[in-house]
């Protein structure tokens, strides 16, 4: 799609031809409100210890530049949040220590899910994004 812009003309020989700028939107995968689309594809690896690397993998994590993003352990309606960082928009990743290992359940599995969330800077919009639930 073209979108014409008429900034000016110019006289010549008693005439006005318009001058003409022209300007191509871009397709873009950003909806409306600004946000990328949140998901957490997958969490690995399935075996974790203290001291575990944990890398989560998904779309949508915004940079601190564009706005916030969280990321917190899911059980019974109860949320803990712990240290992570962000890899890129695709990959997040956090140390298990013994705090969160015993928060997991310790030795076992994992009961609960991890909740990603992000809000938008400029327009305050927010998104969340789940993992699969482990356990019963």
Known sequence: MKVRIQLAGLFMAGLMFPLWVGCESLPTSI?????????ID?????????????????????????G?????????????AFAWERVDENLLAFRVDRALFN?????????????????????GASLYANSRSNGP
């Not at 690896?45 to 949508?60: I, N, S």
């Not at 928060?103 to 400029?122: N, R, S």
């Open 31 to 39: 909806p409306d409100g600004g946000l990328l689309p949140l998901t």
């Open 42 to 66: 997958r969490v690995e690896p399935d075996t974790v210890l203290p001291g575990t690397w944990v890398m989560v993998h998904g779309a949508g994590f915004t940079p601190p530049a564009t």
């Open 68 to 80: 916030s993003l969280s990321l917190e352990l899911v059980q019974d309606n109860q949320t803990q």
């Open 103 to 123: 928060a997991l359940g310790g030795p076992g599995v994992c009961q609960g899910h991890l909740k990603a969330g992000v809000e938008d800077y400029a327009i």
